[in-house]
């Protein structure tokens, strides 16, 4: 168990609709990240925020947004979904050092479906 | 730009063998370097990581990586492979000059472990 907890486990949905994916870092961690996992694409980085902010983007669609609350879990909203936003979404979390060599560890993933 | 590449899809080896399992990269700056291993339907989990000194870094599970830079390596390897090593291999790599955490991945490598 890395401590990072993404809920929830599994959405189904349908084209067009939007969703939000949950993510809990491991207490102390500072830093959220953001990665999609798909058959063709592989393990892409979407986006990092530290400590609330913004810290880079990778690439993540317009259609996608996040952000980082104050008790530091963030959010993955995903919305006007197509068929190709189907893929296994992780959150990762580090060690308070914003660009520091520390390892990431990621939680168990949000696998979406959509129809 | 930063890329990983993992030549191999699947790399076959009987049990108690030595398996290596291979990753070059390019970074503009000096690397900061990382092997994951995904088990199915979970998150990824680090194994080990080289950010400078020592050429040989020793990770979980009886796991090795050497850090070759005129190579641009860091293949995985270890001694004597078990069943229970089949999972799907990933390495990451950042550039240490960045402020952030972004990750770039290769497309991942299944190893195989027959008994």
């Known amino acids: 168990d890395s401590g990072v907890t993404q809920t929830p486990k599994h959405l189904i949905t349908a084209t067009g609709q939007r969703v939000t994916l949950r993510c809990s870092p491991r207490s102390g961690d500072l830093s959220v990240y953001w990665y999609q996992q798909s058959l063709d694409q592989g393990l892409q980085f979407l986006i990092q925020?530290?400590?609330?902010?913004?810290?880079a983007k990778g690439n993540i669609l317009e259609r996608f947004s996040a952000q980082q609350f104050p008790d530091l879990h963030s959010e993955l909203n995903l919305s006007s979904l197509e068929l190709g936003d189907s893929a296994l979404y992780f959150c990762a979390s580090s060690a308070p050092r914003a660009g520091g060599p520390d390892e990431q560890f990621f939680g168990p993933g949000t696998r979406l479906t959509v129809l | 730009a930063q890329s990983v590449a993992q030549p191999e899809d699947q790399v076959n080896v009987a049990e108690g063998n030595p398996l290596t399992v291979k990753c070059t990269y390019s970074?503009?700056?000096?690397?900061?370097l990382f092997w994951y291993v995904q088990y199915p339907n979970r998150g990824l989990q680090f194994l080990l990581k080289y950010i400078t000194g020592d050429n040989l870094v020793k990770g979980s599970y009886g796991f090795e990586a050497e850090f070759n830079k005129s190579q641009t390596s860091f293949h995985l390897k270890k001694p004597s492979a078990l069943v229970s090593d089949s999972a799907l291999y990933f390495c990451?790599?950042?550039?240490?000059?960045?402020?952030?955490?972004?990750?770039?991945f290769g497309q991942g490598t299944t190893l195989q472990v027959k008994p």
């Open positions: 925020y530290y400590n609330g902010e913004e810290r």
């Open positions: 970074v503009s700056g000096n690397p900061y």
């Open positions: 990451a790599v950042r550039d240490s000059s960045s402020n952030t955490g972004k990750l770039i």
